[in-house]
């Protein structure tokens, strides 16, 4: 496209005779990414300000830039004033790829917990009944075979308008997409149209340093999901108790889902399946006069409630609720509370629980289950809060039997003096610890020590294949290591 036509679709000014002729075809603000054919958008960060690599983007042949003051460029370059730059990569990213939400159906999924696993039960059901869906969040971006990795739970806007249009054009119909709260606070959503938002919960996370500064600013970027964006229908957890908050004066339809018996639809008789080394849940699928006996291969209630999120969403789309449901019973989550059959007397899960909030939940659930004993190999990110480490030395020196400290994502601080961090808030009378700062080192341990009847919980990384270490991702699948340690283990002469 021309750039003066953008810029004028875009709603920016397009005076300067040197717009005229500038073909366009990407637009980006990592300068890294700039092109001939670019227009760079100088963003002001938490870390940096993209106004400070103009320069770099210049270099690699770009000549379009959009900013919020002026560039010290050469005379060839067009430079677009803008008082909301975040806002204009929004806008001239839709406008490039033809607003591709309009021809998807989008369905926002926002809250604390839940928003991965909701968002891919709901593109795994509509994909196994025929609908071709795709998914964007945390454990990266999926539509028909392809699958790439991610940055962030909701990408920059000139990315997610540009992974939509790509779908719409393979012919996918419908998108489930994380909403996180910084991708409203930072203007990623924006021009995105969404058909349904979920709210899943909420409780406080993301507070603090180059995030959120208290928690009624996270609690009203979620609300922004519902006021500003306009769907045509939400879905909302009715057991939480800022939902009433979260939807405002929302008048659209609302659905309802929950476990505390006031919901549109429900869930009863909830029973806990261990079979072998797998746990799961068998339950009453409830709405209305309708009731279906289910089994689902993740534990816990909250995985519970994110089903009946994800079938409410799915029903408005597939009329044969049977059918969504049988799509579900083998469905599993990467990195979320996912078991990995390794060893046959003992159960392996791999979780993304990273913080006080996700660990205490996560090691309640296991808890249930009656384990011989719960073991659970964590850390914490470097460069964070100390008050996180305090959260989850606490919670897991309460609720485990043994614990085994060790790296996450330690990026640049000493992972040993991350793991002293955590060991300093463990409760008197607490579990016995061991720290291993090598996480393959101490995966490998976890596994050789499991007994008959265990259960062990590797928490913190997820679905990530990778650990960052020292501003460098390197490569590191918690999966392949846990399968190599229980080879070893069920090879070993006894």
């Not at 997409?177 to 606070?185: G, K």
């Not at 073991?375 to 470097?382: A, N």
């Not at 002293?420 to 020590?449: K, L, N, T």
């Not at 008959?452 to 390197?474: C, F, M, P, R, V």
């Amino acid at each position: 496209m021309e750039l003066c036509n953008l810029l004028e679709l875009a709603g920016l000014s397009c005076a300067n005779k040197k717009y005229a002729g500038i073909e366009i075809g990407h637009v980006c603000c990592d300068s890294r990414l700039a092109r001939s054919d670019s227009v760079f958008v100088c963003i002001r960060g938490a870390v940096t300000d993209g106004h400070l690599y103009a320069r770099s983007a210049y270099n690699l042949g770009c000549r379009a830039f959009v900013a919020e003051n002026k560039l010290d460029l050469p005379g060839d370059a067009a430079v677009v004033i803008s008082d909301n730059t975040r806002r204009a990569l929004a806008k001239l990213s839709a406008v490039l790829f033809g607003y591709p939400s309009r021809r998807l159906k989008v369905i926002g999924i926002t809250g604390t917990k839940g928003k991965t696993t909701t968002a891919l039960m709901i593109a795994g059901i509509l994909n196994r009944c025929g609908v071709p869906a795709g998914y964007i969040g945390s454990n990266g971006l999926a539509y028909g075979s392809f699958k790439h990795s991610t940055t962030n739970t909701t990408p920059e806007s000139c990315d997610l308008q540009r992974y939509m249009f790509e779908m719409a054009e393979n012919g996918i119909k419908y998108l489930a997409l994380e909403v996180s709260s910084q991708a409203v606070y930072l203007e990623r959503i924006r021009y995105v149209d969404f058909d349904t938002c979920i709210f899943t919960n909420l409780s406080p996370d993301h507070i603090g340093g180059a995030e959120h500064p208290d928690f009624n600013h996270y609690k009203s970027c979620k609300a922004r999901l519902f006021s500003e964006y306009n769907p045509a229908r939400v879905v909302v957890n009715a057991d939480d108790p800022h939902t009433p908050d979260i939807i405002g004066d929302y008048r659209g339809k609302i659905s309802t889902f929950g476990l505390g018996g006031n919901a549109d639809v429900t869930a009863e008789n909830i029973t806990l399946l261990r079979s072998g080394n797998l746990l799961g849940t068998v339950f009453d699928f409830v709405s209305g006069g309708y009731r279906k006996r289910t089994t689902l291969n993740l534990p816990g209630n909250f995985n519970i409630q994110n089903v009946l999120a994800a079938v409410t969403v799915c029903r408005n789309i597939i009329p044969d609720t049977d059918k969504i449901l049988s799509a579900l019973e083998d469905i599993k989550i990467e990195g979320r509370f996912e078991c990995i059959d390794a060893l046959p007397y003992a159960t392996i899960i791999i979780d993304y629980a990273h913080n006080g909030v996700s660990l205490l939940s996560a090691l309640r659930t296991l808890r249930a289950y009656n384990p011989k004993r719960l073991i659970c190999l964590f850390g914490s990110v470097g460069g964070r809060t100390q008050m996180r480490r305090r959260e989850l030395g606490a919670i897991a020196s309460s609720l485990c039997d043994f614990c085994i400290l060790t790296a996450d994502n330690p990026d640049c601080e000493d992972p040993a003096l991350v793991n002293r961090d955590i060991a300093s808030a463990f409760v008197p009378g607490g579990c016995d610890y061991v720290s291993i700062p090598d996480r393959r080192e101490a995966i490998m341990f976890a596994v050789e020590m499991l007994r008959e009847g265990d259960i062990l919980l590797l928490a913190g990384k997820g679905h990530e294949n990778y650990q960052l270490i020292k501003g460098i991702k390197w490569p590191f699948s918690e999966r392949d290591i846990v399968l190599e340690a229980a080879a070893k283990v069920l090879t070993s002469p006894v």
